[in-house]
């Protein structure tokens, strides 16, 4: 393979709500500032367009091909394109490999092929998170990111990110201190633990997590872990010093739905209010320390009262985040029957935005926090819902 002759590259992002692509976007700029390229403002003026894509729902899906598809058609043939980012694991026949070059997340030393570097990617930290890359309101911009691994050994009924990353891949123990001792030095006070499932760390190499946060208690830093899956983290638990909390700030706790029968369908095995009680009792004794969890909320056959029963996760969490479940092709989900219809979903989402703890931002001292996980204006969020309906124009209400 020849080797790429580029001297300014443009980059762009198309969803500033995720810390994953927030890493992987400042990491991929990072390389080519370090190899001597120029980022420039306009892809007009740029010998290589990158376009970094999510895909973990079908909106993001949409929004994602939607903007690098305009790119595409715009320059294909002129300029060397590359997708990279979950998309082009998830949906790749999306691309014509003839205009485009797609790179999933662990694909990353393809950029090395591809350009033939000083500093290899590899090499590269993507963890002074580029504002350019992720919303001030969501990120952590003060805290040093941290990637402790890259995808899971669950299996959820819907997960599409599971078809980008695959099986659990594990920073090793050594390279992590190394890493921590280097932010330190460089003066953060606060490291996210970052990964698609932390609760899967080290599944792959003999260790656990539990064995990374007892490791770091001697550590003078805050601690932030984004996520942890709720059945991992039962398990987990009890090999935990509870003097590691003292450290830790922030946990995402996902359990996405408080039903039974929902987390059946799902796929996750735990008992909802089983983490809600751990969560109390660290709570108790370590009442900083804030907890925030997700919800799908209309996954296929849930009904309403399913529905309602979810807020009283604010017993639990400091913030309570919901995203509208939509099928994504070739997950086991997306086969199952009852599909919430659109009328359904949208009057969900007004209970949502109607609930008495409802805020549009983070940035509040109200607390608990009941959110939409959605950039997006109340009609431009409905749109959306429309758009992605399973049932069209015939979708009846789902009681």
């Given amino acids: 393979m020849q080797p790429i002759q580029t001297h300014r590259v443009f980059f762009s992002t198309t969803f500033r709500l995720c810390d994953n692509n927030g890493y992987l976007s400042t990491q991929i700029c990072n390389f080519f500032k370090q190899n001597g390229m120029e980022l420039v403002n306009a892809p007009d003026t740029a010998d290589t ?137 460089s003066g953060f006070k606060t490291i996210m633990l970052l990964a698609d499932d932390c609760a899967s760390y080290g599944i792959d190499i003999g260790i656990d997590l539990a064995d990374l946060l007892n490791g770091l208690k001697a550590y003078d830093v805050g601690l932030h872990l984004n996520y942890v899956e709720p059945g991992g983290f039962l398990r987990l638990l009890p090999k935990i010093d509870l003097a590691v909390f003292e450290k830790i700030r922030f946990i995402n706790i996902p359990v996405q739905a408080t039903s039974k029968r929902i987390l059946e369908r799902m796929n996750r095995h735990y008992n909802v209010d089983h983490v809600g009680e751990r969560i109390k009792a660290i709570k108790q004794q370590f009442p900083t320390t804030y907890f925030e969890t997700h919800v799908i909320y209309g996954f296929p056959g849930e009904n309403r009262l399913e529905f309602m029963d979810t807020f009283r996760l604010t017993q639990y969490f400091d913030s309570v985040i919901y995203f509208y479940y939509t099928d994504r092709k070739n997950v086991p989900s997306s086969s199952l029957p009852d599909k919430t219809g659109c009328r359904e979903m949208i009057w969900r989402t007004r209970q949502i935005m109607s609930h008495d703890l409802f805020s549009g931002t983070h940035d509040t001292e109200k607390q608990p926090l009941v959110l939409l996980g959605y950039g997006l204006d109340a009609q431009a969020l409905f749109k959306s819902i429309e758009s992605s309906c399973p049932c069209h124009d015939q979708c009846l209400t789902n009681v």
């Fill in 49 to 185: 367009i990158v376009i970094s894509t999510c895909g973990f729902d079908q909106e993001r899906e949409n929004a994602s091909y939607s903007i690098a598809g305009r790119y595409i058609e715009q320059y294909a043939g002129d300029k060397h394109l590359i997708v990279c980012g979950c998309l082009p694991k998830i949906n790749p026949g999306l691309f014509d490999l003839s205009t485009v070059t797609l790179i999933g997340p662990k694909e990353l030393y393809r950029f090395n092929e591809l350009f033939s570097p000083v500093v290899p990617i590899e090499a590269v930290s993507g963890s002074c998170l580029d504002e350019n890359f992720i919303n001030r309101d969501y990120g952590f911009l003060d805290a040093y990111y941290l990637q402790i691994c890259q995808g899971c050994v669950n299996h959820c009924s819907y997960c599409a990110i599971k078809k980008a990353k695959g099986h659990v891949t594990s920073k090793p123990l050594h390279r992590i201190t190394k890493e921590i001792e280097h932010a330190m030095d």
